[in-house]
């Protein structure tokens, strides 16, 4: 069993920055690839940014590359999203997510852990 807190959340004007972390319970956390989503008012959730166990491996989507990283520290049990650059359609709530497989980071519905997630606003 794994529990997952997200935090970082908050206002930013556009060009801004945020860190965005997801907090885990649970000794099993490091075989877990990890995955950041994230849902604006109105649309479908969306796959943002994943990373493999080990840390070694990650990707992003098209719409962040460039300007997000993620990052995992499991010595902390905690996952990270810096988030810089940020744009008005940035706007969401973010969810961080656990899944068992490296193939399935990109299909929410793998998915075997959800935190609660976190509000991202960015005005412009």
């Known amino acids: 069993q794994v529990q997952l807190v997200e935090s970082g959340g908050g206002l930013v004007q556009a060009g801004g920055s945020l860190r965005l972390s997801c907090a885990a319970s649970?000794?099993?956390?490091?075989?877990?690839?990890m995955g950041w989503f994230r849902q604006a008012p109105g649309e479908e959730r969306e796959f943002v940014a994943s990373i493999n166990a080990s840390g070694a491996r990650t990707y992003y989507a098209d719409s962040v590359k460039g300007r997000f990283t993620i990052s995992r520290d499991n010595a902390k049990n905690t996952v990270y999203l810096q988030m810089n650059s940020l744009k008005p359609e940035d706007t969401a709530v973010y969810y961080c997510?656990?899944?068992?497989?490296?193939?399935?980071?990109?299909?929410?519905?793998?998915?075997?852990?959800w935190g609660q997630g976190t509000q991202v606003t960015v005005s412009s």
């Open positions: 649970g000794r099993t956390f490091r075989i877990y690839a």
């Open positions: 997510g656990a899944v068992s497989s490296w193939a399935r980071v990109g299909d929410q519905d793998k998915y075997d852990y």
